[in-house]
Structures are given as structure tokens and as C-alpha cells.
């Protein structure tokens, strides 16, 4: 299998829900969503881009692909489940880190856990860092620090 090794990644993850071209789209919403405070019940399918920069058009490094769902009935929540599938460093490419896992947008700074992988970050575990960087209603970008240890 090799040797363990740790990787440190930098990104930005961009979550646009509105607009012509969104790429988090709800799929699904309990009775009583629309009435929530948090939008409890709400769930949304994701094809996110992951760029270097906060700035949208800065470098492509992959798609966050996957789905959240509004888990909190009083706090705003989610438990995501999503694969981070990097497409521009020739190392990386195709390789995925794997993240379920609750986030509580409204804290500042929290932690999600990285529960698996593929290629380059086989058998990964280890967690991200996730910063709010910028809301704009219902958008969001945020910072995303990793600390990946894998084969």
C-alpha cells in the first residue's frame, strides 16, 4: 500500500444557487420547509466549482459534486455528502476526497470530516477547515483549508 503521507490543500468552493446558471439546485423539501426559519427538510444536488482564488473566474481546481441537506430545526445546518473531484493539478486529477458531514454555515469557522478517497488520495481521512468568505443571499463562497492524510 506505501507509505502514509499528509496533503495540504487551499480552495475556495462556490455554492450559487440563484441566477441563469445556478449549480446547487433543490431537488426535495419537507412540508413544512417553506415555513422554517432554517428551511429545515430542504435538499439540494451540487456541481459546485472549486477555484483557487475567491474570485469566480480564478483557476478551475475541481467540482464539488454531491448533495446537502437543511438539517437543523433550530440552528442553520447542513449534513453534506460530497465527493471533491479535482481536474487541474496533473497529480491530483481525477482523484477524489470524499466529506459527509454536518456544517454549520452560521459559525464562523467549523470543521467538515474527510471520510475517504480515490486515486491520488486513496484511503484519505482528515478534515477541512471551512471559512465563510462571502454571502450574497442564498450564495455563499467559502475558504476551504484541507488537511488530507492518505497512501
Given at each position: 500500500?506505501?507509505?502514509e503521507k499528509m496533503?495540504k490543500?487551499?480552495?475556495?468552493?462556490?455554492?450559487?444557487?440563484t441566477?441563469?446558471?445556478p449549480?446547487a439546485?433543490?431537488?426535495?423539501?419537507?412540508?413544512?420547509?417553506k415555513?422554517?426559519?432554517?428551511?429545515?427538510?430542504?435538499m439540494?444536488?451540487?456541481?459546485?466549482?472549486?477555484?483557487?482564488?475567491?474570485?469566480?473566474?480564478?483557476?478551475?481546481?475541481?467540482?464539488a459534486?454531491g448533495?446537502?441537506?437543511?438539517?437543523?430545526?433550530?440552528?442553520e445546518?447542513l449534513?453534506?455528502g460530497?465527493?471533491?473531484?479535482?481536474t487541474?493539478?496533473?497529480k491530483?486529477?481525477?482523484s477524489?476526497?470524499?466529506?459527509?458531514?454536518r456544517?454549520?454555515i452560521?459559525?464562523?469557522?467549523?470543521e467538515?470530516?474527510?471520510?475517504?478517497?480515490?486515486?491520488?488520495?486513496r484511503f484519505?481521512?482528515?478534515?477541512?477547515s471551512?471559512?465563510?468568505y462571502?454571502?450574497?443571499?442564498?450564495?455563499?463562497i467559502?475558504?476551504?483549508?484541507?488537511?488530507i492524510?492518505?497512501y
Open positions: 500500500m506505501g507509505e496533503t490543500l487551499h480552495f475556495y468552493f462556490h455554492d450559487v444557487i441566477g441563469r446558471n449549480v439546485v433543490q431537488i426535495a423539501e419537507a412540508p413544512g420547509t415555513s422554517s426559519p432554517t428551511r429545515y427538510g430542504a439540494f444536488m451540487i456541481d459546485d466549482p472549486l477555484t483557487e482564488g475567491p474570485n469566480p473566474r480564478s483557476r478551475l481546481v475541481g467540482r459534486q448533495f446537502y441537506g437543511h438539517s437543523g430545526m433550530n440552528e445546518s449534513t453534506m460530497m465527493s471533491l473531484v479535482f487541474a493539478n496533473e491530483f486529477n481525477g477524489t476526497i470524499s466529506v459527509i458531514s456544517n454549520p452560521e459559525h464562523t469557522d467549523r467538515l470530516a474527510i471520510v475517504g478517497g480515490t486515486g491520488y488520495f484519505a481521512r482528515g478534515f477541512i471551512a471559512k465563510t462571502l454571502v450574497s443571499g442564498p450564495d455563499a467559502v475558504e476551504y483549508d484541507c488537511t492524510v492518505h
